[in-house]
């Protein structure tokens, strides 16, 4: 019987090359797929801080309530008679100063306040630069047949990177019987 030439020369060193070529494939596919994604991601990253800045923003504004409402009913007065148009000059101005005092614990912007104590360590526990505030605190009254609900209207903001959210919330309370 004659031997035959040794066919599988080449063989082994053929395969190896096709497993390379194809994991260079993956390889590449891998990474342009992931380098289109990397701005999604951040910015997901960034929304949902700023949610959670917003939501800061959110609790302070129910808490402070919570603790003074009779502050805050002050101002709901104040307003309510400068709508009626019933209140003179000296009442707007005192309007407007209790509406500035009562809003700046809100902005984390004004140091000193308790918001600034919060972004202080939202920042420190995630490592970014954050903000956040109250855009409007409200009451607002509901009259139906023989009952009135009452809501406090809040709309925050948060900001993280170059994302900002808002958040609105109406809080059912009860004012009076």
């Not at 190896?16 to 194809?22: K, L």
């Not at 003074?68 to 309007?95: C, F, R, V, W």
């Not at 995630?126 to 903000?131: A, R």
Request: glycine share 6%; with cysteine.
């Amino acid at each position: 019987m004659k031997k035959l030439p040794n066919s599988r020369k080449g063989v082994a060193l053929a395969v190896v090359m096709v497993f390379c070529i194809a994991i260079l494939g993956l390889v590449t596919v891998l990474v342009f797929n992931t380098r289109s994604h990397r701005g999604s991601h951040t910015y997901q990253q960034d929304a949902s801080r700023s949610l959670m800045a917003a939501t800061a923003a959110m609790q302070l504004a129910i808490y402070k309530y919570r603790v003074l409402p009779s502050e805050y009913y002050k101002i709901h007065a104040l307003e309510m008679q400068k709508n009626k148009g019933t209140a003179d000059a000296a009442a707007i101005n005192a309007l407007n100063i209790l509406k500035t005092a009562w809003m700046a614990d809100f902005q984390s912007d004004n140091a000193g306040s308790p918001a600034a104590r919060i972004k202080a360590e939202i920042d420190q526990s995630t490592g970014g630069n954050h903000s956040f505030g109250v855009e409007e605190f409200s009451l607002v009254s509901k009259t139906a047949q023989g009952y009135t609900r009452d809501y406090l209207k809040i709309r925050t903001w948060g900001a993280a990177g170059d994302t900002r959210k808002v958040l609105e919330e109406l809080i059912e309370v009860r004012i009076s019987d």
